[in-house]
């Protein structure tokens, strides 16, 4: 299963740069040869994460698309943004509570 979160990665990957899903792309993103990324691809259809668009091009479902961007590591620009101080409360805006009359 691992190698069709990957796969789902690449996918995603792909989609991001408005780039067609091919199987050979899917091969060389992913790391397998051309019949494994067949093979996961056909799995993950069944279970609804991708369909096919032609024999040689996948596309996302929104299922596949949301697994896909949950397992994706974060982006680099939040992982390197700084955290912002935290404002401190102005002085006399609480009310002081009332006296017992």
């Known amino acids: 299963m691992t190698y069709d979160i990957a796969l789902l990665r690449a996918v995603l990957r792909l989609a991001r740069t408005a780039t067609p ?3 050979g792309a899917l091969a060389e993103l992913a790391g397998g040869s051309p019949a494994h990324v067949r093979a996961s ?3 993950l259809v069944e279970h609804g994460l991708l369909t096919w668009r032609d024999a040689r091009e996948v596309r996302l479902t929104l299922p596949g698309l949301a697994l896909a961007a949950a397992t ?3 982006s680099r620009s939040r ?3 700084k955290r912002l101080p935290r404002r401190r409360r102005a002085a006399g805006l609480v009310r002081a509570p009332r006296a017992a009359a």
């Open 21 to 23: 899903a091919k199987l």
């Open 41 to 43: 691809c056909a799995r």
């Open 72 to 74: 994706a590591p974060p």
């Open 79 to 81: 992982a390197r943004a």
